[in-house]
């Protein structure tokens, strides 16, 4: 996420529109956060509630546009706007907090008292001088109750997010190999998470539970089960994430995550597909990943297909992942079985993947 260290200062409006008097903030709901699809341990992986439907950016964004059109109708002059949602250097929760919509609870999210924190932000900036609505006063109090359900401890302190540890970067944003010491703990997550919020008071409200999403439900998505995910090919990868937010993931991005949500699933149906993605994906991230739960799940055919990635794979990351899985299962790489199976030469960890001690 280089791009919050190299945008310009994101506290300033006027770098965005040079004439902005006013920000405009808004928040749309996008529906209860434990609607379908939530199983936690399910074949079907968990997609976060705000990309279950249509891309908020677009929506949000068009509404905005027409917001403008109407201000300008009202004041009988031309407005010079510029809608923000996601896509500007902005800093969205604080600049929505500001203007009353609600507080930053220690998730870091931006509650809205009465509709809670499942709604998606955007700004209209307008050269029309508004007067400010009063900040919200109410805050979590006492409360700790994300800090504690949250998978990864990626709430290091209320108030603080370490993005490297959050299942919402590592499905979405991380582009390369999952930290193994994380992967355990990611749960039935391809894309997003929500946990953080489904925990929190202030989303078991009425208002909360009863939102109607704003962006409807993309079929395709809750159809697709993680077997299918892993050899997803390039038309149905495009049919399933055209229009919705998870344009922003790659379909080996997608398979990765459901490799790992594979090996979370506890579920030993979904080995020859996992065994599958490891003999033939094009993809060494996926099958490397797809080693990596083969030896969660175990199993005979499991073990097979490990042996003989740990022997023949031709990425040396994806036979570093075999061999560990294979050790992991508690059976390493049986030399005596077969002269066949002598691994290759150690491989190493993949590259840029070390972690700070030196253990993945
Ligand atoms: C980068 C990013 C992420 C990263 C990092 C998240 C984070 N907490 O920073 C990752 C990928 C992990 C992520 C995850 C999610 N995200 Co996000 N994300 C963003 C994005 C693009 C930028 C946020 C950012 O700047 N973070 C980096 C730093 C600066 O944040 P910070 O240290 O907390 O800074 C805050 C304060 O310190 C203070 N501050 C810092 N510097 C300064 C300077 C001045 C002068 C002032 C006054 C204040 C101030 O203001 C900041 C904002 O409150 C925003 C959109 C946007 N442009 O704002 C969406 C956004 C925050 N994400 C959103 C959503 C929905 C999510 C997820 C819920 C998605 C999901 N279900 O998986 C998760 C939630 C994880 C969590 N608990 O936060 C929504 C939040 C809606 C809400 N109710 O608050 C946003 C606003 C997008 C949108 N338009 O709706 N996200
Ligand atoms: S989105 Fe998930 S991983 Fe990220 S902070 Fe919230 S609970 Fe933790
Ligand atoms: S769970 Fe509790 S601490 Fe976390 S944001 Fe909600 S009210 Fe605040």
Not at 86 to 97: G, N, V
Not at 142 to 157: E, F, I, K, N, Y
Request: proline share 5%; aromatic share 4%.
């Amino acid at each position: 996420m280089r791009y919050l260290d190299t945008a310009a200062d994101r506290a300033d409006v006027h770098a965005l529109l040079p004439e902005a008097q006013s920000v405009v903030a808004v928040a749309m709901p996008y529906g209860p956060l434990a609607a379908a699809n939530a199983s936690l341990t399910s074949a079907a992986g968990t997609v976060a509630a705000y990309a279950r439907g249509a891309d908020y950016h677009r929506v949000v964004k068009d509404k905005l546009r027409i917001l403008a059109d109407q201000i300008a109708t009202w004041l009988g002059r031309p407005v010079q706007a510029r809608a923000c949602v996601d896509t500007a250097p902005l800093l969205e929760r604080e600049a929505c907090a500001r203007a009353g919509l609600g507080f930053i609870g220690k998730s870091t999210l931006l509650i809205c008292p009465g509709l809670g924190s499942g709604v998606v932000l955007g700004e209209l900036l307008v050269d029309v001088p508004i007067a400010p609505d009063r900040p919200e006063r109410r805050r979590c109090g006492r409360c700790r109750l994300c800090l504690d359900a949250c998978p990864t401890g990626a709430l290091v302190d209320s108030y603080q997010l370490d993005a490297r540890r959050c299942i919402s970067y590592l499905t979405i944003e991380h582009r390369g190999w999952i930290p193994r010491r994380l992967r355990s703990s990611m749960g039935s997550w391809i894309f997003g998470c929500d946990v953080c919020q489904r925990v929190c008071p202030f989303n078991a409200g009425r208002g909360a539970r009863e939102a109607v999403s704003m962006f409807g439900t993309n079929d395709a998505l809750s159809a697709l089960s993680l077997g299918e995910l892993l050899h997803l090919g390039a038309a149905q990868y495009r049919k399933l994430v055209r229009g919705s937010a998870l344009e922003r993931v790659s379909a080996r991005q997608l398979g990765r995550n459901a490799a790992v949500a594979a090996g979370n699933s506890g579920d030993q149906r979904l080995v020859p597909a996992l065994a599958e993605a490891l003999r033939v994906h094009s993809s060494g991230l996926v099958r490397g990943h797809a080693a990596w739960a083969l030896g969660r799940l175990g199993s005979e055919e499991a073990r097979a297909a490990l042996r003989c990635a740990a022997q023949s794979d031709r990425d040396a990351e994806v036979r570093w992942e075999a061999q560990r899985a294979l050790g992991e299962l508690g059976r390493c790489v049986d030399t005596a079985d077969s002269p066949q199976l002598r691994p290759a030469a150690p491989s190493r960890a993949p590259d840029g993947y070390v972690e700070k001690n030196g253990s993945r």
